[in-house]
């Protein structure tokens, strides 16, 4: 789960150089759990979540929210609040599947984007402003907002090896070519495969091969790999996960969409993005 997630969160916080191409990207998210033991447990988990006396205490959790003393707690920290919230409506539901975000959309406008991760429970979006090269993590629900840090991150798994195949795909009308790349952490192999295409003049994406997450040296986008991915297949021995373009649309987007919202505040995140 840790890993699915790091490639998620590394989807969520991309960097994009200069563009001339304005508009939005969209992708589907699809993922399974693989591993028999893995999926058992989850499969027990959801189960118990969706137990009638776990469900009771549930709501008698969130009746002890609405207490005056807890509201006043999770007022002062809107943060804690939003997840405390996204939790409790999953565990109320039953459904471990809501844990994962099942599309993601991009919207850039010159050196500046704004990414966010429908569903799950990242409810966040980040803004990246190219004149300062800094991203921030917004939170529309509680009205706050992250500075992230861009600390080099701790090189702990082996250099990418990067494949690049003669194989072709078409995706929205757009030739795409395949590329295979596996790196080793911690001992664990990862698979990925990206279908990328030259083909959408104006978008350049080559400065995701310097992105990174966390400690670790997992990556959304390497060296030796050309173009805009289309499509991207995360294999583990526990999961897989597929994220595919939808739609890709050139139209004019309105400046205010790229900045801080008006009377959101700041407020320190857990780690380092």
């Not at 709501?59 to 003393?69: A, L």
């Not at 844990?99 to 991760?117: H, V």
Request: overall charge neutral; charged content about 25%.
């Amino acid at each position: 789960m840790k890993t699915l997630l790091s490639f998620l969160f590394i989807a969520f916080t991309i960097t994009i150089q200069a563009q001339t191409f304005e508009g939005t990207l969209h992708w589907s998210i699809k993922s399974e759990i693989t591993d028999p033991k893995m999926k058992a447990q989850m499969e027990k988990a959801q189960k118990e979540m969706g137990d009638p006396a776990n469900q009771a205490k549930m709501k008698q959790m969130q009746e002890q929210m609405n207490s005056p003393q807890m509201k006043a707690m999770l007022e002062s920290n809107p943060q804690m609040k939003t997840q405390m919230e996204s939790a409790m409506k999953m565990m109320q539901g039953g459904d471990m599947g809501t844990m994962i975000p099942k599309s993601m959309t991009l919207k850039i406008k010159g050196k500046n984007y704004i990414s966010k991760l429908d569903g799950g429970m990242i409810a966040a979006e980040v803004l990246y402003l190219g004149d300062k090269q800094q991203s921030y993590f917004l939170d529309r629900e509680a009205k706050t907002y992250i500075v992230t840090s861009d600390d080099e991150p701790e090189k702990t798994s082996s250099k990418p090896v990067v494949t690049k195949t003669s194989e072709t795909m078409n995706i929205l009308n757009y030739t795409c070519t395949k590329y295979i790349v596996e790196v080793t952490e911690r001992g664990a192999t990862v698979h990925q495969i990206f279908w990328t295409t030259t083909e959408i003049k104006g978008l350049d994406l080559k400065s995701l091969s310097k992105q990174g997450l966390g400690k670790g040296n997992n990556s959304l986008y390497y060296e030796g790999i050309e173009g805009t991915p289309l499509k991207m297949e995360l294999t583990t021995p526990q999961m897989m996960m597929v994220m595919e373009a939808t739609e890709i649309k050139k139209v004019t987007l309105p400046a205010s969409d790229f900045a801080i919202p008006a009377g959101f505040t700041e407020t320190k995140g857990v780690g380092k993005y």
